[in-house]
């Protein structure tokens, strides 16, 4: 597990939008965020990477820092 450092934030990811009816690689970068339910929160490292697969789905997720 890694540790959290002083000012080292991490972002929370809720999904507010059914990824059903969008492309295979959406609801696989949602899977891979760990949601599964609508309405879920999980926190994430805030990572380029986790920021890039955010902004590929903003549209059905909402993020708080």
Avoid: C, F, W
């Amino acid at each position: 597990m890694l540790k959290k450092e002083a000012g080292d934030e991490g972002i929370r990811v809720t999904v507010v939008r059914s990824p059903i009816g969008y492309t295979e690689r959406q609801k696989k970068t949602v899977r891979a965020l760990g949601l599964r339910r609508m309405n879920q929160v999980v926190e994430r490292p805030n990572t380029d990477a986790v920021r890039g697969m955010v902004n590929a789905i903003s549209h059905l997720v909402k993020v708080v820092e």
